[in-house]
């Protein structure tokens, strides 16, 4: 990162101005070709598979399940913590059914909401061990029957861990995906449905890591820093500011 070389400081007008022509240029992609540059263009920053790409350590299917469960609301190097010694006491949805949930609580505290993540911890096990014979289902619909997955969490799941299609959509990737022009969805839901059509099935996963940690790491939700990012020549929002980002319009040409 950092080829793109520091902008000099610029006034709003010139900040207008430049916004405007990136919009400009932005409007001449379609959205399919939109996806296809920052997809490639991100995995020059951040290459590697969506199995490659996740910071939760896990070894297999329900541990990351376990890990994506506790991730919320938390840091996955906080998740990663707590997650070696819950995996050694509870090894086996079987056995985290059984788990007492006091000690459970204890070990997962440091996630924050504990009570929650470890009741659906349980509860999850218990429907994973009774309903699917204590391997995690490869079906959107079964993840989701499951107590405390949602589809974010199910397309974890299918992408990093089975290596199937799936778009998890969290915050970063919310933000990213209007900034960058490529929807005005503003739910999940709705977001996930939108872009999945832009890329191949396989490359999903891989786009959402690509974006989160882009998110995290330059395109910032308070202070998004445009002046290194590789995709600022073609975003619409380059040179946003926290006052400005609710003025910017989405630029991308439809192609529906
Ligand atoms: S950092 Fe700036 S240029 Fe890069 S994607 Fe975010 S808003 Fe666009």
Not at 114 to 139: C, D, H, W
Request: charged residues 25%; positive net charge.
């Amino acid at each position: 990162m950092g080829s793109i070389p520091k902008k000099s400081a610029k006034s709003h007008s010139e900040e207008s101005s430049e916004r405007s022509s990136n919009q400009k240029k932005n409007a001449n992609y379609s959205r399919e070709r939109l996806a296809r540059i920052i997809f490639e263009r991100l995995g020059k920053e951040y290459p590697g598979s969506a199995s490659s790409l996740c910071a939760l350590q896990h070894k297999n299917p329900f541990q990351l399940l376990v890990a994506t469960i506790l991730s919320a609301q938390c840091t996955d190097e906080r998740v990663n913590q707590v997650t070696p010694l819950l995996f050694a006491e509870y090894p086996t949805p079987a056995l985290l059914a059984k788990a007492d949930p006091s000690r459970l609580e204890e070990i997962v505290r440091p996630t924050g909401f504990y009570r929650s993540k470890s009741g659906n911890l349980i509860a999850m096990a218990e429907a994973v061990t009774t309903n699917f014979k204590g391997k995690i289902p490869k079906q959107m619909d079964d993840l989701v029957s499951l107590p405390g997955v949602g589809r974010k969490t199910a397309n974890v799941i299918l992408s990093v861990a089975y290596n199937l299609p799936g778009l998890p959509v969290d915050t970063h990737v919310q933000r990213l995906t209007k900034r960058m022009g490529l929807t005005t969805e503003t739910t999940p839901d709705k977001i996930e449905m939108d872009i999945s059509p832009l890329l191949k099935p396989e490359e999903l996963g891989a786009f959402s890591l690509r974006l989160i940690l882009h998110g995290r790491k330059v395109c910032k939700a308070r202070k998004p820093l445009c002046d290194i990012c590789p995709l600022a020549d073609i975003c619409p929002s380059s040179g946003i500011t926290v006052e400005t980002a609710a003025e910017i319009k989405v630029g991308a040409k439809s192609s529906k």
